[in-house]
């Protein structure tokens, strides 16, 4: 099950949306699993997902991004909830020295290569338009 906490209305509808839509194309035979995500407002993270028990998983994501951008870092933090799953990726193997280490870790590498192929998917299936003067999607 998915669960969504904080943020506006519409950030958590579409954050449900859009995970819903990413758990269904990662992990679809997975039926026991749980997802906490919470859209708050964070420092110097876009998002983050952790493992918080067996199949169990906190996502906690910025607020203070753009609706597109939300939904792109729910797909990459998804990608993460599928590597957890699957035991591609474990919460204690999370330590780097700078940022192109991060951006070099073959969990990162899978997730930012898939974060943008999930979102455009989600986005043409639901025929959302992004209107960018106001940040938010229109159906």
Same mark, same amino acid.
């Given at each position: =099950?998915?669960?969504?906490? @904080?943020?506006s209305r519409k950030q958590r509808?579409?954050?449900?949306?859009?995970?819903?839509?990413?758990?269904n194309e990662l992990i679809p035979r997975i039926r026991k699993c749980d997802i906490e995500i919470?859209?708050?407002? =964070?420092?110097?993270?876009? @998002?983050?997902c952790i493992d918080t028990d067996d199949r169990e998983y906190e996502i906690e994501v910025n607020k203070d991004q753009s609706l597109e951008?939300?939904?792109v870092t729910i797909c990459h933090e998804m990608v993460h909830v599928k590597q957890y799953v699957r035991k591609e990726l474990y919460s204690d193997v999370n330590f780097y020295?700078?940022?192109e280490e991060y951006l070099?870790?073959?969990?990162?590498v899978e997730a930012y290569e898939k974060q943008e192929i999930l979102f455009k998917k989600w986005n043409g299936q639901r025929n959302y338009r992004l209107q960018k003067?106001?940040?938010f999607f229109k159906l």
């Open positions: =099950m998915i669960f969504v906490n @904080g943020g509808d579409v954050a449900y949306d859009v995970a819903s839509f990413c758990y919470n859209i708050k407002k =964070m420092k110097g993270y876009e @998002g983050t951008n939300l939904c020295k700078t940022r070099n870790l073959p969990w990162e003067e106001k940040n």
